[in-house]
């Protein structure tokens, strides 16, 4: 089981309201990314870094944003939630094993904005 | 344009039966694939990952086989359990980026059922 965490898992919010979502790993890896997951659908890349003080943004679009003071911790904020912004946000982390890198998924946040 | 098509949608099948899960893709260059297990409410767990020198690998009842000629990937269960009713995902990585980018696959819902 990966030591990659996620707070809250599940969040129902109003519109306007500004909202972080919490990750948090423990294995020291550099790399660390935020997808968007809706149902059915694949895994869109929002956010990325390679380490502390570097952020990306990835190939979806997004109106969060993200910050990297510390190796170890990710998190991601909605300054104003829409209903649009509704979906499971999956934060993860990676480390090069041999042939490739393999990430490693916290169990996600569920939002929901009223 | 870069895909990872995956089929069935969804599948239903008994306890104690097997069945294969396909993987087309067009990721090019190739570096690397992956099948990730995503339990309901919980983020994607790496079952296997094979490069294009590789064409099958087991993890247990699972065994993955890639064709990197035809751009094709299978994931074989055997002997279904309850347990793994779950998101299989096919994961795709490019060698054209330092980043080494991750195509997702939507996903093949799969119910077992006693």
């Known amino acids: 089981e990966a030591d990659i965490y996620q707070t809250p898992r599940y969040l129902v919010i109003g519109t306007g309201k500004k909202i972080t979502l919490e990750c948090s790993q423990t294995?020291?890896?550099?790399?660390m990314y935020w997808y968007q997951q809706d149902p059915g659908m694949e895994l869109h890349l929002i956010h990325y870094s390679y380490g502390v003080n570097s952020t990306e943004k990835g190939d979806l679009s997004s109106e969060s944003t993200v910050s990297r003071i510390r190796t170890e911790h990710f998190p991601l904020t909605l300054e104003s939630a829409r209903p649009s912004h509704t979906s499971q946000y999956l934060c993860a982390s990676s480390a090069r094993q041999g042939i490739g890198e393999t990430q490693y998924f916290g169990p996600g946040t569920r939002l929901l904005v009223l | 344009k870069n895909q990872v098509e995956q089929s069935p949608q969804s599948l239903i099948i008994l306890e104690g039966k097997n069945c294969t899960l396909q993987?087309?893709?067009?990721?090019?260059?190739?570096?690397?694939l992956r099948w990730y297990k995503q339990d309901t409410g919980r983020g994607p767990v790496s079952l296997t990952i094979?490069?294009?020198?590789?064409n099958t690998k087991s993890n247990g009842r699972y065994t993955a086989t890639l064709d990197a000629d035809t751009k094709q990937s299978s994931l074989h269960i055997t002997a279904s359990q309850l347990s793994d009713s779950a998101s299989y995902i096919c994961v795709v990585s490019d060698r054209g980026s330092t980043l080494g980018r991750l195509y997702f696959g939507r996903g093949t819902q799969l119910t077992v059922w006693p």
């Open positions: 094979m490069t294009f020198s590789e």
């Open positions: 294995m020291g890896h550099d790399k």
């Open positions: 993987c087309n893709y067009t990721v090019s260059p190739f570096s690397n």
